[in-house]
């Protein structure tokens, strides 16, 4: 069963938004005291990722400002200074003539929120990190993207034009809006831009559910319903690990342009679900689903199986992109066993009627139904 680009593009990788309550540093992940306290203003700071961010920030001495339009909840200490402003309405009164070390840009996919903050943050910064996507490369049926690669086509008239709001009406625009958003980055602060492409990103506090589903699920029990052979890819990241890696990134001064996924070595999809379910004690048992069946039965990759695409054909390099360059400045990974636990323990914590509905993966009777035609099939 074959996944295209444009398909997993409207799917998408958009990071859920969430406000985490404080976790443990990863260990060994410090990359040792940095050389120089930081003036960072975290653009957004409130999502999945920027929360974290803040606390390691502050953990490492620097000061931290965020900016954002203040409708989020959080629990930063008074040390960190709030700015207000709608990037929407390009509103940046309250950046005008501030000057930081580094600005972290976590939200933006849309050109036009990068060029009208680079009205305001150019000359005022020496260093610009832009979170974008792996979702920007154009043909994810190779091995290896990295910073050379070919990177999605947008189709439409004016990428100036485009909204957050027009995007989320059509994701397909995500990858291509992103890849136009980094060349703008690039543009608007020459030599002194950094690219950070993540993978699907995971954790405690993930709203999409998009991984959580496995935990959760295995840790029900019972017969499991599998996607594949166990033998695909699957690239992923700890958002706590992409938040540390991208503070030490600004401590570096490390420019150009990295992929931030894991872990460091291939891992299959079978040894994903076998590891979340050594984290459980629900004995829960691995049914592996032939691709072919999924696609007969109408079952789709990442949403219904999520976090698995086939490794073959179209998606084959879609959980191989290159992290040599990213390992090489410093990419660190908690164990699986350490975020499944903690996402587990995570979801858990929330309200009944939100543990009753994941956002993604196979409602019970569903997964039941697979199993059963398929156990007569056999």
């Not at 398909?7 to 260990?27: D, F, I, N, Q």
Request: aromatic share 8%; no cysteine; proline share 6%.
């Amino acid at each position: 069963m074959e996944t295209t680009r444009r398909e997993l593009l409207k799917l998408g990788l958009v990071a859920a938004g969430a406000t985490l309550a404080p976790h443990a540093l990863a260990a060994g992940s410090d990359g040792g005291a940095p050389a120089k306290k930081l003036r960072i203003l975290i653009l957004g700071g409130t999502g999945f990722t920027g929360p974290h961010q803040v606390r390691y920030a502050l953990a490492r001495g620097h000061a931290v400002s965020v900016f954002n339009r203040g409708k989020r909840s959080n629990d930063f200490p008074a040390s960190v200074e709030q700015l207000r402003g709608d990037r929407d309405s390009n509103d940046y009164a309250s950046l005008k003539d501030r000057d930081w070390d580094v600005v972290i840009d976590n939200p933006t996919a849309v050109p036009a929120w990068v060029r009208d903050a680079a009205a305001v943050l150019k000359g005022h910064t020496q260093h610009y990190i832009f979170i974008s996507t792996v979702s920007v490369y154009a043909d994810s049926s190779k091995a290896g993207n990295g910073a050379k690669s070919a990177l999605a086509p947008y189709e439409g008239k004016d990428a100036y034009a485009e909204t957050t709001a027009t995007m989320r009406a059509n994701m397909a625009l995500y990858g291509p809006l992103k890849a136009l958003s980094e060349k703008e980055a690039e543009k608007q602060f020459p030599g002194i831009a950094t690219v950070i492409r993540p993978g699907l990103i995971v954790g405690p506090g993930d709203q999409t559910d998009r991984f959580t589903y496995w935990p959760v699920r295995i840790a029900q029990g019972g017969d499991v319903a599998a996607p594949g052979d166990g033998s695909d890819p699957v690239q992923f990241i700890d958002a706590r690990d992409l938040a540390e890696w991208t503070v030490r990134m600004a401590e570096q001064r490390a420019f150009g342009t990295y992929n931030a996924t894991g872990p460091d070595y291939e891992m299959t999809m079978a040894a994903m679900l076998y590891g979340i379910r050594a984290v459980t004690t629900a004995g829960a048992r691995l049914h592996w689903l032939p691709a072919s069946y999924l696609e007969a039965k109408q079952v789709g990759a990442w949403m219904d199986m999520p976090v698995w695409v086939p490794g073959q054909g179209d998606s084959y390099g879609f959980h191989r992109v290159d992290l040599a360059p990213s390992l090489a400045k410093g990419l660190t990974y908690r164990p699986l066993a350490t975020t499944a636990a903690d996402t587990l323990a995570w979801f858990r914590t929330l309200p009944a009627e939100r543990q009753a509905t994941l956002g993604a993966g196979l409602k019970a009777d569903r997964e039941k139904q697979l199993l059963a035609e398929f156990g007569k099939k056999a």
